[in-house]
């Protein structure tokens, strides 16, 4: 059984590549995460299980409410990485990979610490208004 972090990875892939492609499959998922097919099998089984995603017309990974929500709660994780990282003066292709790999591994009270201590221009003016 795969851990929350590491299904939010998955439904994050299934939500960003939705935005590129009309249909979203398991083999689009495992490249671009860059994992095995088995890896990614285990994973959607895991997902329908818990009524996270569903598969539509042609094997297509649909996104439930309830995986949609996880998957743009961690998008905000990523996201805030993502732009710390770059606005760091980190490289894009860098910043892309080590955003997921924050956003999957620290707990809610350290992201907190760090988005307080650590307050990017869009956080901090939305938080002004």
Known sequence: MLNERTLDRYLHAILLLGTR?????????AAWLEYSKASVS?????MLDEKLVRIGNHG???????????ARA????YDFFYRLLT???IKEDTSKKEAGALAGS?????????KKRFCIRKTCDSQKK
């Open 60 to 70: 297509a990974l649909l996104l439930t409410a309830d995986g949609e929500c996880r």
């Open 106 to 114: 620290l707990s809610n009270p350290s992201l907190n610490a760090i």
């Open 21 to 29: 492609f009309l249909v979203v499959r398991a083999v689009d998922v």
């Open 74 to 77: 961690f998008h905000e994780r």
């Open 87 to 89: 606005e760091a003066g």
């Open 42 to 46: 285990v994973a959607v089984k895991q």
